[in-house]
């Protein structure tokens, strides 16, 4: 009866952990289709490959230094840095006709906002700023982002209410 007993709660509890990781897992998904989709543009597969680096540096991260953290947080975190990287590719459309200054500054707002809100506090430096330092890359952020502060941090700056 035990056994049993034991048998159905981690079972529950596997499901539950399947489905609190929806959020990540879909996310993973999408951008690794992305990815591997010949139809994509350069562009769709540049973002789509920081997104996919930034799940699995987040995961990792997670795993190594905050075991003991929901699988939601993930979920969160994962949904913020979509959010944040969406936000950003809104912003440069609705910005592409004005100065290459403004645009500059803006792109700027979300590479410190991600730079000045870690998660982890990471001390390798080159891998978490491989794409902040990288100026051919579209999504200059880093990778040791808090996505939802940074994510709040923006919208603010961006909408004027500093």
Not at 1 to 30: D, H
Not at 148 to 155: D, M, P, R, S
């Amino acid at each position: 009866m035990k056994k049993l007993l034991f048998l159905i709660a981690m079972t529950a509890m596997t499901t539950a952990t399947a489905q609190a990781q929806e959020v990540y897992n879909y996310l993973r998904g999408s951008v690794q289709n992305t990815i591997s989709d010949p139809k994509s543009t350069d562009a769709a597969r540049q973002v789509a490959q920081f997104k996919l680096d930034a799940l699995n540096y987040m995961a990792m991260k997670m795993q190594e230094q905050m075991p003991d953290s929901s699988i939601a947080m993930l979920d969160r975190q994962a949904y913020a840095l979509n959010l944040f990287v969406s936000y950003y590719m809104k912003q440069m459309v609705e910005m592409s006709k004005q100065p290459d200054v403004l645009q500059m500054k803006m792109t700027r707002k979300f590479m410190d906002a991600s730079y000045c809100h870690p998660l982890f506090n990471d001390r390798d430096k080159e891998l978490v700023l491989s794409y902040f330092n990288n100026s051919k890359m579209l999504t200059r952020f880093s990778l040791d982002t808090n996505w939802e502060a940074a994510l709040a941090v923006i919208y603010r700056e961006v909408n004027g209410e500093e």
